[in-house]
């Protein structure tokens, strides 16, 4: 079924915490043939070991506020210098401040363009799905929307509440990607390879809206 245009892109993804970014990530990875880089999947991996930085780096997380922009920064483009993203990538969770953004630019100046999609959804909405929303304690992927089972579908790990997904910690959250993430749809907006989509639909109709933009985008560039 996954169909992998000739042009794949170099995919960032927008959003509120809670929007739908990882799950649209892991199909949009798959549709385009495109590494997923989640930079909060990457940093809950690096805060196991129990470093003086890992604890630091896990303090924050667990309080809903941002890590460095150059660590982040550092993190994110070592791992687009490997081969598997050269020719295209999907960025999950980066960038999240303007300094960031301006960052990726400089660092893809030679590489093809950026696709840019905001995946839009209200605070009411964030705080009511992440309250009820589930990883996996073993491999961190999200559990799906169905809830009538009590181990991944995955890997078969136990499913926990995530640890930022506290009600006081995600409404920190969403004041602080307010008023540091929200400028970037500013940094963005105005170029044509900007595209926003509604979030409060089914997972499904998302996704074929996300395609379709992205396909789009890209049919001009061939
Ligand atoms: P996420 O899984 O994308 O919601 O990220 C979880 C947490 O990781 C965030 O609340 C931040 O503490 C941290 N984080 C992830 N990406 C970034 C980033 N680009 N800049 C700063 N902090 C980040």
Redesign the pocket.
């Known amino acids: 079924m996954d169909s992998h245009p000739r042009v794949a892109p170099n995919l960032v993804m927008l959003g509120p ?1 809670g929007a739908g970014k990882g799950t649209q990530a892991v199909r949009l990875s798959r549709q385009f043939g495109i590494p997923h880089i ?4 990457m ?1 809950r991996e690096a805060v196991h070991p129990l470093t003086p930085l890992g604890l630091e780096v896990k303090d ?2 667990e309080r ?4 460095d922009d150059g660590l ?1 920064t550092r993190l994110v483009f070592d791992r687009l210098g490997r081969p598997d993203a050269v020719a295209g990538f999907l960025l ?6 303007v300094p ?1 953004a301006e960052a990726l630019d400089a660092f893809l100046a030679d590489r093809a363009g950026l696709v840019i999609v905001e995946i839009e959804l209200s605070d009411a909405e964030v705080l009511q799905r992440l309250a009820a929303r589930m990883i996996c304690s073993e491999c961190g992927v999200n559990a799906q929307d169905d809830r009538d089972y009590a181990t991944c579908h995955d890997c078969g790990g136990r499913l926990v509440p995530r640890a ?1 997904d506290r009600e006081e910690v995600v409404r920190k ?1 969403l004041e602080v990607y307010h008023a540091q993430t929200e400028p970037l749809v500013g940094h963005y907006a105005g170029r044509p390879a900007f595209r926003r989509v509604d979030g409060a639909r089914l997972v499904d109709q998302v996704t074929t809206d996300l395609v379709l933009e992205i396909q789009e985008v890209l049919a001009r560039w061939e």
């Open positions: 915490p989640s930079t909060g999947a940093l924050l997380m809903g506020a941002l890590i982040i999950d969770g980066y960038p999240r401040t960031q930022d959250r």
